[in-house]
T-cell receptor, first 113, second 113 residues
């Protein structure tokens, strides 16, 4: 089954404790992206990747890092999480080209206390 | 930076009534995409529009892309309870290329049975 998976689905952590949210897709998609969703603000793009070893900032990259060492994986790293990073995070992927159809993962709800 | 606004933010309709959400961008868009997110779920791609003035239909849903490629609308005829959710538009700015994506703030549709 074609899908995007994220782990963990729920995470409660404390300020400053480094964490990684994993994202994996099995559709051989070149493009992958991370978004955060907050009430009243919609989805905001954090980082995106056009292909392996190619990443770029979205609209809200501060406090986040990403890497794209393999085509299928695109982890989101919070080196020193803060309470304002409490949010619902979505990973998405799509094939490069004329179709812009993105496939989203199930989401990761992160709480930083 | 590019801003994408949607109105209304919330819409409550009786089952069977029509529903419309509007999307306005501060910059010209190379294309626009629409997504639906059910309560507790992840965004699901509905459609993309590319051409100026384009109109596409999916059963009871009608999507339009403005002549100036700065606005779009989604119209649902005779709403059903399965239409409940939040509808988002999203578009890359024509100056950025297609990699960076800005989502609208979304319109949450609730149906009164």
């Amino acid at each position: 089954e074609a899908q995007v998976t994220q782990n963990p689905r729920y995470l409660i952590t404390v300020t400053g404790k480094k964490l990684t949210v994993t994202c994996s897709q099995n559709m051989n998609h070149e493009y992958m992206s991370w978004y955060r969703q907050d009430p009243g603000l919609g989805l905001r793009q954090i980082y995106y990747s056009m292909n392996v070893e190619v990443t770029d900032k979205g609209d809200v990259p501060e406090g986040y890092k990403v890497s794209r060492k393999e085509k299928r994986n695109f982890p989101l790293i919070l080196e020193s999480p803060s309470p304002n990073q409490t949010s619902l995070y979505f990973c998405a992927s799509r094939i490069s080209g004329s179709s812009y159809e993105q496939y989203f993962g199930p989401g990761t709800r992160l709480t930083v206390t | 930076g590019q801003q994408v606004m949607q109105i209304p933010q919330y819409q409550h309709v009786q089952e069977g009534e029509d529903f419309t959400t509007y999307c306005n961008s501060s910059t010209t868009l190379s294309n626009i995409q629409w997504y639906k997110q059910r309560p507790g779920g992840h965004p699901v791609f509905l459609i993309q529009l590319v051409k100026s003035g384009e109109v596409k239909k999916q059963k009871r849903l009608t999507f339009q892309f403005g002549e100036a490629k700065k606005n779009s609308s989604l119209h649902i005829t005779a709403t059903q309870t399965t239409d409940v959710g939040t509808y988002f538009c999203a578009g890359p700015g024509s100056n950025f290329g297609n990699e960076k994506l800005t989502f609208g703030t979304g319109t949450r549709l609730t149906i009164i049975p």
